[in-house]
Every structure is written in C-alpha cells, then in structure tokens.
C-alpha cells in the first residue's frame, strides 16, 4: 500500500512539475508573444484624431496598414533579425504606398524592434507583472521606463478578443492639463493587436484642447 501511495505521489509530482515549467516557459519568454516569422502579413486599423488648434474640435482619420515579415539577415551586431515592411492606404485598401521599414530581433533576453532608425527595447524575459526596464537601452533618447502593466491578460480590440496578453506601458504621464501615454498590447501566438499612442494639452488661454491620439488595431493576421 505504502509503494502504491509513493508511487501515486511521485507521478502527481512530477505531472505537476512538468505542467508547470511547460506553461511558465511559454508565458514569460517573449517569443511567445512576439512570433514574427518571414512571410507573415499583419493587417491594422490606423486612427488618427488631432484636435483642431484653433477651435478645439476633434478631427478623425482613417488609414490601412499592412505590414510584411520579407526576409531574414545578420544585423551590425551580429544578430539574426527580420525585416518587416509597412504599407499605408489613404483609400480605403484599393492602393498602397510604403509607410516604413522596421527591424526586429527576438532572443532569449528579450525584442528589440528599430522604427525610425532608433532600436527600441520593447520586451524584456522574463515577462512578469509589474517588471520594469529601459525601452531607450539601446539608443540615445535618454531613460524610458517601460513596464508590464498586466500578463496573460485578456483583451478585445475592434476584431477580436484575446485571451493571453500582454500589456506594455510605455509611458504614462498626466497632469491636470496634459496627458502622455504610450502603450503597446501583444496577444500570445499572434503578435502586436493594440497599439495607442496620446499627447494631449489644455490650453488655458484659448480654453482649447490641442494635440493627438492614434491607436492601431490588428484586423487580419496571416502566418507563412
């Protein structure tokens, strides 16, 4: 009896134990949150609301982003990254012109993606709540602090509802007159799904608001 009961205990263990490591590997590595692969095809919703300057009314702006995962190649460091392509249209899909062109590195420290010739530190391993890094490591914009503001979180975006998220404050700056904020939202097995970013003032002269929003949301994902 006493062998049966060892023999259930040890198997319980070990099943836990397994279960356990496979779900932590998958939730705090950031690949699992970032699996760009070459040939993939992310569409996005790009709305842009600026706040008039003179009046204070809020104007609206509709784009289409696709973006494309092209190919692979060594970077300057050494490091195996991707190349992803954007393309915007200002009519509705029925033409394309090219927006950006971006870089990516994914490793077991983290991913780094350069936009606009800066590398920015986006994800940092492990993923955990509440664990805070510099997203400008790696550039010379000077300290910013990102952090993970919620893990395997759900979130639903104009499309879609994810069950596993991560999301990333990177910045988060209010007062009574101005608010700064940057966040970025990645769902597990996909990739970005969210991205907002807001500079808005108050003006106390003019008694205006001015400034901008914009947020991205994915609408079609394609893998290779």
Not at 78 to 104: M, N, P
Request: hydrophobic content about 35%; overall charge negative.
């Amino acid at each position: 009896m006493r062998s049966i009961l060892a023999f259930t205990l040890t198997a319980f263990l070990l099943f836990s134990a397994c279960t356990k490591t496979t779900t932590e590997a998958y939730s705090f590595n950031p690949a699992a949150y970032y699996p760009y692969a070459v040939e993939n095809i992310r569409d996005y919703d790009l709305d842009s609301f600026s706040y008039d300057w003179s009046t204070g009314d809020l104007i609206q702006f509709h784009f289409m982003v696709r973006e494309r995962v092209v190919g692979k190649f060594v970077d300057l460091s050494g490091k195996e990254a991707l190349r992803v392509e954007q393309f915007i249209s200002r009519d509705s899909g029925r033409s394309y012109e090219v927006y950006a062109v971006h870089t990516i590195n994914v490793d077991e420290t983290g991913m780094q993606r350069v936009e606009d010739n800066q590398r920015y530190l986006k994800m940092v391993s492990p993923v955990v709540k509440r664990k805070k890094w510099d997203g400008n490591l790696y550039n010379n914009l000077g300290y910013r602090e990102y952090q993970y503001y919620a893990v395997k979180a759900p979130f639903s975006n104009n499309y879609k509802e994810y069950a596993d998220c991560v999301h990333v404050m990177q910045q988060n700056d209010s007062s009574f007159i101005a608010q700064e904020k940057k966040m970025e939202i990645y769902a597990a097995s996909t990739g970005l799904v969210y991205k907002m970013e807001k500079n808005v003032t108050f003006d106390q002269v003019t008694d205006k608001v001015e400034g901008y929003i914009l947020e991205w949301n994915l609408r079609n994902y394609w893998e290779k």
